[in-house]
């Protein structure tokens, strides 16, 4: 299968965006300069993940440019892992010189999936996933993933509604909410329980959806154990505890996208 040449000439130019946005992060401090250091170490902690996806993006374009299914739904999966933290860094970052670089990115990622999705013949793909045997095992993963960071989520955000307090990440990183809780219990999460659920019964759209979350699991969970890294040399707080957990979520979905890849025609 193959997308659109403008569709992979995008994918390249998010790409150089998104290292140039990522090395200006890590070395410019003046971009950060008005965020808390909490919020400033998660973004350090993004800024190395993006650099990792963007490698991804050119790596996945060159072999999707070849036909491969396998890299297209690797292509989405970071694609995807693009548009959420430029969607944070557009709404909960201090206004700075890269802001058009974040709308930009956020922009083109999205205009690219679309229109690369909706140019796709589906049913077609069908052929590629008829020797998956490890459906259900990614099924089962993606849904613990999905229900465990729902709970973690609320077990934070219930009893400050209740007592009328503001969630203690909230007020450590100094906004006015939290975008990831929105991002996830509204959109990432919900779409892991979906997938989870179609997995399940082996339906078409979970196994396309399937490859790309756990891509996304990759690429986000890099960005949580550096941003763990991070605010250790930063001299703050940082558990050990939650980096062995994402670690460990990150490994497992390294293993299961690699098990599922190798069963894709």
């Known amino acids: 299968m193959r997308i659109s040449k403008t569709a992979l000439w995008l994918s390249v130019l998010v790409a150089f965006l998104v290292l ?3 090395s200006a992060g890590l070395f410019l401090k003046s971009l950060y300069a008005r965020e808390t250091m909490s919020w400033t170490v998660q ?3 993004q800024d190395i993940a993006n650099i990792v996806a963007a490698a991804a993006l050119f790596i996945a374009v060159y072999f999707v440019s070849k036909g491969s299914v396998k890299a297209f739904l690797v292509w989405m999966g970071v694609v995807i892992a693009l548009i959420y933290p430029y969607i944070i860094y557009a709404f909960a970052i201090h206004f700075n010189s890269l802001f058009l670089v ?3 990115i956020v922009g083109l990622s999205f205009y690219t999936l679309v229109g690369s999705l909706m140019q796709l013949h589906l049913d077609n793909l069908q052929p590629s996933f008829a020797a998956t045997t490890k459906a259900r095992p990614v099924s089962v993963f993606l849904l613990l993933v999905a229900v465990l960071f729902a709970l973690l989520w609320l077990s934070e955000d219930i009893p400050a509604l209740l007592t009328g307090k503001i969630p203690q990440t909230v007020m450590e990183s100094g906004l006015l909410t939290s975008p990831v809780h929105v991002l996830d219990l509204g959109l990432y999460l919900p779409a ?3 997938t989870a659920i179609l997995l399940w019964r ?3 759209l979970g196994y396309i959806v399937a490859i790309p979350l756990l891509v996304f699991n990759i690429l986000t ?7 763990q890294f991070a605010a250790s040399s930063k001299g703050l707080a940082a558990s050990l505890g939650v980096e062995l957990f994402i670690a460990a979520i990150v490994v497992v979905s390294l293993v299961l996208c ?3 890849l190798r069963e894709v025609k």
């Open 43 to 45: 973004a350090y902690g």
């Open 258 to 260: 690699v098990l599922f």
């Open 102 to 104: 974040y709308v930009a």
């Open 192 to 194: 892991m329980i979906i």
């Open 202 to 204: 082996r339906k078409l």
């Open 20 to 22: 140039i946005a990522s």
């Open 221 to 227: 969970g890099i960005g949580i154990v550096a941003a």
